[in-house]
């Protein structure tokens, strides 16, 4: 069931739909204002729009190496599976 959460990033509360647990969105809305703040204390004197665009783009880069880390992980683990069947089945014979 969607239900509204209000967060609060950047001073700014917005009211999200959303289904998922109420923690999990405050975790999410925590973990985006503590990314925004990390390229506040880096790079002072950026505009609020470029310190939320760069941190878009740090959390999408941590995305995708995790969606590559488990892409990686995956094809292992296929791996993995078919030398144990291939085992099992020469072994069966």
Do not use: C, T, W
Request: proline share 1%.
């Amino acid at each position: 069931m969607v239900k509204p959460v209000k967060v609060k990033i950047l001073d700014y509360e917005y009211l999200i739909k959303s289904d998922a647990d109420l923690d999990q969105v405050y975790r999410i809305a925590e973990y985006v204002n503590g990314k925004i703040k990390e390229i506040n204390d880096n790079d002072e004197g950026l505009s609020e729009k470029k310190r939320v665009i760069l941190a878009a783009l740090n959390i999408a880069g941590e995305y995708f190496q995790l969606r590559k880390n488990h892409d990686v992980q995956s094809a292992n683990i296929r791996q993995r599976s078919k030398a144990l069947i291939y085992n099992i089945d020469s072994i069966m014979e």
